[in-house]
């Protein structure tokens, strides 16, 4: 995002020293800004990874409870379903 600020000294209003006094001051409020701007967005990015880790948290944790739940009602599951339900697990975790 760029924006060009022009100053311009209409009918004598402004000094050359008022006019260097603003864009100095125009300078120092955009180092501010691009400072609060990168804040900004390093928190967004936290707040933003939190987030999809605690959705990833939430979709293990459903997936450990369906497999436990699973294991308790197939004691005499073949050993490929075994198998086949560890993959299932793995590829969520």
Same mark, same amino acid.
């Given at each position: 995002?760029?924006?060009r ?5 209409? $009918? ?15 300078? $120092?409020? $955009? ?47 073949s ?5 086949? $339900?560890k ?7």
């Amino acid at each position: 995002k760029s924006t060009r600020l022009t100053v311009t000294n209409d $009918k004598g209003r402004l000094s050359k020293e008022e006019i260097e006094h603003m864009v100095s001051e125009a300078k $120092k409020y $955009k180092a501010e800004d691009n400072a609060a701007a990168a804040r900004i967005q390093a928190k967004n990015d936290l707040e933003a990874y939190a987030y999809n880790l605690r959705s990833s948290v939430k979709k293990l944790e459903i997936a450990i409870n369906e497999t436990i739940s699973w294991l308790d009602n197939s004691q005499k599951a073949s050993q490929e379903e075994y198998d086949n $339900k560890k993959k299932e697990l793995q590829a969520v975790a």
